[in-house]
Nanobody
Framework: VQLQASGGGSVQAGGSLRLSCEVS????????LGWHRQAPGKQRELVAR???????????DSVKGRFTISRNTAKNTVSLVPLQMNSLKPEDTAVYYC????????WGQGTQVTVSS
């Protein structure tokens, strides 16, 4: 499984950004797709996750009501996993990672999101 994240950038507080992750390879064994983030000096945290079986979602308390994860399967071997981020706050500043779980976890390279006050 390969993951390629894009869409990071800088925005003012209250603004929006849309991250995207292209997931390729053996996507049929993926159980969960998600986004984690890591802010400077802090541990990585789960931001949002979607089950590939049924589509149920989970959001971290700090992003509930502001972030939305979804999935678009464009081809049999490629899925797109957008993360729509609205009402951004300076505390959302972090490196965001796209993740996938089969029987093991896969991480993509991070994309920087910076929110200024």
């Amino acid at each position: 499984v390969q993951l390629q994240a894009s869409g990071g950038g800088s925005v003012q507080a209250g603004g929006s950004l849309r991250l995207s992750c292209e997931v390729s390879g053996n996507i049929f064994n993926i159980r969960f797709l998600g986004w984690h983030r890591q802010a400077p000096g802090k541990q990585r945290e789960l931001v949002a996750r979607m089950s590939t079986e049924g589509g149920s979602t989970y959001y971290g308390d700090s992003v509930k009501g502001r972030f939305t994860i979804s999935r678009n399967t464009a081809k049999n071997t490629v899925s797109l996993v957008p993360l729509q981020m609205n009402s951004l706050k300076p505390e959302d500043t972090a490196v965001y990672y796209c993740t996938a779980v089969t029987t093991v976890g896969f991480w993509g390279q991070g994309t920087q999101v910076t929110v200024s006050s």
